[in-house]
């Protein structure tokens, strides 16, 4: 069976530090990879996707970068963290279901502070 | 602009009565439908799709309903247990515009009191 992982599980940064945030995935090969975040009393947005190796897919302008150095590896990173980059990030994979319908599989998610 | 929108940021419900969240969307090309919950400091788990072509998806305690001509989707709760006491989002998919991508929305909080 296929499984996610995402750590650290929480993380306290001060403003202008650099981030690294890692996601991998068992169980399957050459998952579509994707990065989320959810804001306090906000919904999920969707920050990075990834068809591939080294293919990476922006969704928003912002002081955040990923990078998919291995098939079932996904990173996040920052130079220097904002503020506003607080939030609870999630790492997520895409699976065909039955049907040839797509869903998408969800890690535990890194709760992130900047203070 | 939000493509899709859950215009009740939370609801509570007797336990063993029907939950009923709502989800409307804006476009037409969306033709997959998600619905997932998640509790606090989790990743959201999937719960039930719905394909344009149906009108009805049915598992267990939960069914997805969607109305196509009124672009908007329920997600039906019955009967309601306290575990069900989440966050619930709604998703949408275009295969012609966004491949495997999903747009979701803001969420809303359900809360099943005993």
């Known amino acids: 069976s296929q499984t996610i992982h995402q750590w650290p599980a929480t993380l306290v940064q001060p403003v202008g530090s650099p981030l690294s945030l890692e996601c991998t995935v068992e169980?399957?090969?050459?998952?579509?990879l994707y990065w989320y975040r959810q804001a306090a009393g906000r919904g999920l947005q969707l920050l990075f996707y990834?068809?591939?190796?080294?293919?990476i897919s922006s969704e928003v302008p912002q002081n955040l970068s990923a990078s998919r150095p291995q098939d079932r590896q996904f990173i996040l990173s920052s130079k220097k963290l904002l503020l506003s980059d607080s939030g609870f990030y999630l790492c997520?994979?895409?699976?065909?279901?039955?049907?040839?319908?797509?869903?998408?599989?969800f890690g535990p998610g890194t709760r992130l502070t900047v203070l | 602009d939000q493509q899709v929108k859950q215009n009740s940021p939370s609801l509570s419900v007797q336990e063993g009565r029907i939950s009923i969240l709502n989800c409307d969307y804006t476009?037409?090309?969306?033709?997959?439908f998600l619905w997932y919950k998640k509790y606090p400091a989790e990743g959201p788990t999937f719960l039930i799709s719905?394909?344009?072509?149906?009108d009805k998806n049915e598992d267990g305690r939960f069914t997805v309903f969607l109305n196509k001509s009124a672009k908007h989707l329920s997600l039906h709760i019955v009967p309601s247990q306290p575990g069900d006491s989440a966050v619930y989002f709604c998703?949408?998919?275009?295969?012609?515009?966004?491949?495997?991508?999903?747009?979701f929305g803001p969420g809303t909080r359900l809360s099943v009191l005993p």
């Open positions: 719905i394909s344009s072509i149906k």
């Open positions: 169980g399957t090969s050459n998952p579509n």
């Open positions: 997520a994979w895409s699976a065909r279901l039955a049907g040839g319908t797509d869903t998408q599989y």
């Open positions: 998703a949408a998919s275009g295969s012609v515009d966004y491949g495997q991508n999903f747009v």
């Open positions: 990834s068809v591939g190796i080294g293919q």
């Open positions: 476009n037409s090309m969306f033709d997959y």
